[in-house]
């Protein structure tokens, strides 16, 4: 076991009562899962103050707590640190604890608005292939050497992440990939992690139900690049109109990845089709399984991070060629009897259901229908809402509005705010069906032999979640049942 001592080392100490040689049996910031010789760490969360729970972690048998605020009494025998900020300490002091595993493998992080799962998949799948143990931390799942952990945050709070890390060194991984998201880069998750390497994807319109801002959440984002080392890489998107933006502080050696202008890691499409992609990565002709100029960019993003860890070009792509995307990431199926191709995807932002809808009518072979079947999040981000109904209905045929997760919120509403702005022309096109199973019926009721019909906002996710109980709920087995219900 570690002293205290030891695994405060880099912590901003205010003050310090009692004797840091003890030796805590594990690190807590939940006060329910402190067990005699806890050390807690009282961290201001977005729903709760640990500071409130101090008295209880020590009833529980907590040796030691960790906070910027200490209580007014202290008991005797129990250590009490009072650090400049509990959440950067939660980090550093898991980092200490565990052993700092991130120093022992390759960490690379993915941040962006769109393409995060993507491209941390596909780079965990490539890094296997060219025969390596590695480790994914992801919104879909976790995943250890090949052993998958379900994932229930798309970044793990900053104790859990550093056991993950721990678990996949001593597994022996030599990489790991991870989703870096803005909330646990503003909640200091990352906090106390080596990164080899950071990659930006693109930023739009997301997440203002908790960052407020627009130019809050680019700050954010860009925060995690301005504290990269110099040994680390850095890759963002050239042609993103934040992308050298995002980079400009950094001290990591910094590239760019672009389909429009000249960049170290410049592609071109030459074909884009429902087969995959053909496209030239630095003059190099590649067919790719992938499909949708938005994989076009997520290839070129996993090519440059292969091209800095330094492995071989014609190996790389030569493996990329063969890889699938992340489930529920443009998953698409085409039914037996009528030919209607449907398509499953994660698209729950504005500019990520235009992307999905302009690459389908990229896919277009005639006069097929699109048919959009879109809901929003409740408990989330309200002003995307009308956005997300105007976009549905501009790009479709036909738009369908229903459920995603309405959380605590009734669905109603939610479907009422996505309605709220839709010009006469929008109007003529939707419908609401707050219920998502029938939304999904109709869509495939209404569509004709060969229609598309795009099932969006879920993607991976195996639930639906109603008044804070989750049911199981999969798009794409929905999609199934109702091909064969129907017998399309």
């Known amino acids: 076991m570690t002293s205290l001592q030891d695994i405060l080392y880099g912590v901003s100490i205010r003050s310090v009562q009692g004797n840091l040689l003890t030796e805590p049996k594990d690190l807590q910031i939940d006060s329910r899962k402190i067990v005699s010789g806890s050390c807690f760490i009282a961290i201001k969360g977005v729903q709760a103050d640990g500071h409130q729970f101090i008295e209880k972690a020590v009833a529980a048998g907590a040796g030691s707590v960790i906070a910027e605020v200490l209580p007014a009494e202290l008991k005797e025998g129990v250590v009490y640190v009072q650090v400049a900020d509990s959440s950067v300490a939660a980090g550093v002091m898991a980092s200490n604890f565990y052993g700092q595993p991130s120093s022992k493998l390759k960490l690379v992080g993915v941040t962006g608005t769109n393409g995060k799962t993507t491209v941390a998949t596909l780079l965990y799948k490539l890094f296997t292939s060219l025969g390596y143990d590695c480790g994914l931390i992801s919104t879909v799942n976790n995943v250890i050497a090949g052993e998958v952990i379900e994932a229930t945050h798309t970044t793990p709070d900053a104790i859990q992440l550093q056991a993950l890390l721990k678990r996949m060194v001593d597994k022996g991984c030599q990489y790991a990939f991870m989703e870096v998201s803005s909330h646990a880069i503003h909640q200091n998750r990352i906090a106390g992690l080596e990164f080899a390497g950071g990659m930006f994807t693109n930023i739009t319109h997301d997440h203002l139900d908790y960052h407020k801002t627009f130019d809050e959440y680019i700050r954010v984002k860009k925060k995690f690049f301005d504290e990269l080392p110099a040994s680390a890489f850095a890759i963002s998107n050239l042609d993103d109109k934040r992308g050298m933006v995002m980079l400009q502080n950094t001290l990591a050696s910094k590239q760019f990845y672009s389909l429009r202008s000249m960049a170290e890691f410049k592609g071109k499409i030459l074909e884009n089709g429902l087969t995959g992609l053909l496209m030239t990565i630095n003059d190099q002709e590649v067919h790719f399984r992938l499909i949708g100029e938005f994989n076009a960019y997520n290839l070129l993003a996993v ?36 030919k209607i191709i449907g398509i499953v995807d994660y698209a729950h932002t504005p500019d990520a259901l235009l992307n999905v809808l302009k690459t389908i009518k990229q896919l277009k072979q005639g006069e097929e229908k699109v048919i959009t079947v879109v809901g929003c999040g409740g408990d989330r981000d309200k002003t995307k809402r009308p956005i997300m109904g105007q976009v549905a209905c501009e790009f479709s045929d036909k738009a369908i509005f229903t459920s995603d997760n309405p959380r605590s919120e009734d669905p109603d509403t939610i479907l009422r705010d996505m309605e709220a702005d839709l010009n006469s022309a929008a109007r003529r096109k939707f419908i609401s069906i707050a219920d998502r199973r029938q939304a999904i019926k109709t869509a495939f009721s209404l569509a004709g032999p060969g229609d598309i019909i795009l099932v969006a906002g879920k993607g991976h996710e195996h639930y639906q979640e109603i008044k804070g109980v989750k049911h199981h709920f999969n798009d794409k087995e929905e999609m199934e049942l109702v091909i064969r219900e129907l017998g399309r």
Do not use: H, M, T
Request: with cysteine; proline share 3%; hydrophobic share 35%.
């Open 303 to 338: 090519y440059g991070a292969a091209i800095n860890l330094g492995e071989n070009k014609q190996e790389v792509l030569e493996c990329l060629s063969k890889l699938s995307g992340a489930e529920g990431r443009f998953d698409y199926q085409v039914s037996p009897v009528d």
